[in-house]
């Protein structure tokens, strides 16, 4: 077989065979192929999308590109969640420690930024020490021990997913449904994960952005959970303004650090609070999610969920000094407030523009090897909705670079759009899919 004629059956819209997409994954996981032609094929795929056996065989032939995890021995019921993408999303660093303080653990393996969302293990590794390459012996001891994980897809787990992954993210063939669902699905499968939530963003700043599009991404992973033995459901969530407050790696720990001491702000608590709640019902701990919600209440409230976060930087080689004292995270030289020109309500806070404004500060990629800055990024201090008088702080860049800030400052004033009328806030979330 030849890579390139799988790449022009794709670009002539045929349907790849199994093989063909065992080879294709199994010789780009092994260097045979290289990145231009996977590239190539990424973005064949993108525009002329794939049959539901082709996004089937893809998945599992990423998830069996490496060593799977076989759970059954180590937890009664391997429960995990994944987002597919979004601005300010670290739903991550406070659910899944909300659900192990409940008893359920959680091993997660999670992503970088991708494009303008950002990503689990760019926001840790803010923290100095903090490990995200797990082998596959350490992740295991470390389920048992603590009951919570959160690392990266290490050379033995879904290889070929790590390396699309981060193709993708810097030749424009992210959004695909193809692509974003077997991504997503084969980390699940190989790290053993036997229940999944997934929370599908939609919106300005989603890869979806719109519900059809987010139904269809939806449907397309509970089949691929159906066939592969998975329970999975997907909370439809909206991605139209930043979850929480903060955008930006460090400044993002900052704010689940507060989410988990009982502050932080409402929507990123509630969104945090649902997402526990359902993956406690599908773990068998809550008989619905609204019980599991309860459950992840008293987690938070008592400190048992961040008592559980600390474990796990313990755990993970991080300083905790720099999570009990989050003002020794990294922080950026230049903040600057901008506040409020007149009085109005806020109609719109596009997630996209904020994403794509933070990643320009350096807290995202360009290129697959640039590194990533932890300290820079924004606060955006309010919602879709809010009255706002004129002089009131609308949002604080925090930057390393007096050109970036003002570029960023631009950036995210065009986001925000204003109205004279009462604007009703937006939903948190606008249903559920699943088998
Ligand atoms: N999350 C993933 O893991 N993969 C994608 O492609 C998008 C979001």
Redesign the pocket.
Known sequence: MRAVDIIIKKRDRGELSKEEIEYFVWGFTSGEITEYQAAAWAMAVLLNGMTMREITDLTLAMAHSGETIDLSGVVALAVDK????GVGDKTTLVAEPIVAACGLPVGKMS?RG?GFSGGTLDKMESIPGYRTNLSTQEFIAQLRKIGLVLTGQSADLAPADGKL?SL?DVTGT?QSIP??AS??MS?KIAAGAQAIVLDVKLGLGA?MTDLQQARQLSETMVMIGKLAGLQTICLLSDMNQPLGCAVGNALEVIEAIDTLHGKGPADFREHCLTVAGHMLALGGKADSAQSGKELALAALQDGRAWELFRQLVQAQNGDVSFIDQPDKLPKANLVKTVRAAHSGCLSQVHARLIGEASVKLGAGRSRKSDPIDHAVGLVIHHKVGDFISAGEPLFTVHANDAVRLEEAVQAVQAAFQWSDERVPALPLFYGVVSA
């Open positions: 994944h987002s597919t993408g992503g991708l992954y993708r992210v692509l974003i991504s997503v980390k890869f």
